[in-house]
């Protein structure tokens, strides 16, 4: 039996939501009838500075994997506008909870890369009671569940829709459109919606799950299915970074004020592969690719102040904070230890099995066979 190929999403029946843009690919500054960007100019330096770490925390986390310094990283390159537009939209009581691939939000709330659980030594990226940030999530779509029900917490802890814009808070939830097929986000969808939690769905929609194309995915764009649980979705550009924030916060508003949940779609594409043991050319054309190049975050904006006024020192000196920002996280990897795999048995439950005793001991006498050999 031979399986059809799904048309694309764009042309499917029902794929008429429109797609919220403030800012061109080419750098023209757009308006839109119920969302705006109410930033100046050099609010849009600010977050060209943001998108510029963003890429560049995650060029040099990609460079230390090659080297050997990493076990695995997954790129966000390419995403960049979408985290950092949505991230710039959330307040300081507010809570994100992150798959494994949000690093420019991590960015934006001061959180450190997760350069130690990529190494393998730690269990964690991130300290949540520090930054408002949860740990990073590798279980694919889980982790909607857990903003759900802590929205939900937020509202029966009598700080939403109180009208204090200090104390008011709401949640967003990050995660692909390959995790949108999971079980565990549709039934977050629908815990949100009947108990109308103050949570924000931020679908990062880079245009494959791993190497699934949404075609192969969905019929209908991720934001239409908002509809089915009773709330609202909206899809919007995710290269555009004023887009991205002046959406988010507007939806982040709604959730604060007690108007319950609301999903975005931010439509973009992930330039590097799934992460880096994945071989994207293996499922993906490289026209495809050059053609996302053309609608690439930074540039835009970048054509943007260019074409305002904005001279060249600004981008060589963000260019060199870059450049030392790179260097640091180098420093910082190489500071790690190497990671004891034998510790990995001890993780495993509050008490430790004979079983994985065993194993660990079996573990350990292996390894001792090769200590003081050069490898």
């Not at 403030?22 to 023209?28: D, F, Q, Y």
């Not at 029966?156 to 949108?180: C, E, K, Q």
């Not at 439509?267 to 054309?285: E, I, K, N, P, Q």
């Amino acid at each position: 039996m031979t399986i059809p190929v799904s048309a694309s999403v764009e042309s499917a029946p029902g794929a008429d939501l429109p797609l919220v843009q403030l800012l061109s690919p080419e750098g023209e500054r757009l308006q839109h009838p119920e969302f705006h960007f109410d930033g100046d100019d050099a609010a849009i330096r600010s977050l060209y500075r943001d998108l510029v770490m963003s890429r560049r925390i995650d060029n040099e986390a990609f460079a230390l994997q090659r080297h050997g310094e990493l076990g695995l990283w997954p790129q966000a390159l390419g995403q960049e506008a979408a985290q950092v537009g949505s991230a710039r939209a959330l307040r300081k009581q507010d809570y994100a909870f992150p798959t494994y691939r949000e690093h420019g939000v991590a960015y934006c709330l001061g959180v450190d890369p997760a350069l130690a659980l990529f190494r393998g030594v730690s269990l964690g990226g991130w300290v949540p009671a520090e930054h408002g940030f949860a740990l990073i999530s590798i279980i694919i779509g889980a982790h909607t569940l857990h903003a759900t029900g802590y929205a939900l917490g937020l509202s029966l802890d009598g700080v939403v829709g109180t009208g204090d814009p200090d104390r008011d808070a709401a949640v967003i939830a990050y995660f692909g459109d390959g995790a949108s097929s999971q079980g565990d986000v549709n039934e977050a969808f629908d815990f949100a919606a009947v108990n109308h939690a103050p949570v924000v769905f931020f679908c990062q929609n880079n245009q494959y799950a791993i190497s699934v194309p949404v075609s192969r995915q969905m019929t209908v764009p991720v934001a239409q299915r908002a509809a089915g649980f009773g709330f609202r979705g909206v899809r919007v550009d995710g290269n555009d970074v004023l887009a991205c924030q002046a959406v988010t916060a507007a939806a982040l508003q709604q959730a604060r004020d007690g108007g319950g949940p609301m999903l975005i779609e931010a439509v973009t594409y992930r330039m590097g592969a799934h992460t880096t043991s994945d071989d994207a050319s293996r499922y993906r054309d490289a026209d495809e690719v050059e053609e996302w190049k053309a609608k690439d975050p930074i540039a835009r904006v970048e054509a943007y102040l260019r074409s305002n006024g904005t001279i060249d020192q600004f981008f060589t000196d963000i260019a060199a904070e870059a450049e030392q920002l790179g260097e640091d996280i180098r420093a910082a990897c190489h500071a790690l230890p190497e990671p004891d795999l034998a510790a990995l048995f001890d993780q495993v439950y509050t008490e430790q099995t004979d079983e994985l005793k065993e194993q660990q001991a079996a573990y350990v006498a292996w390894r001792s066979q090769y200590e003081g050999v050069e490898s």
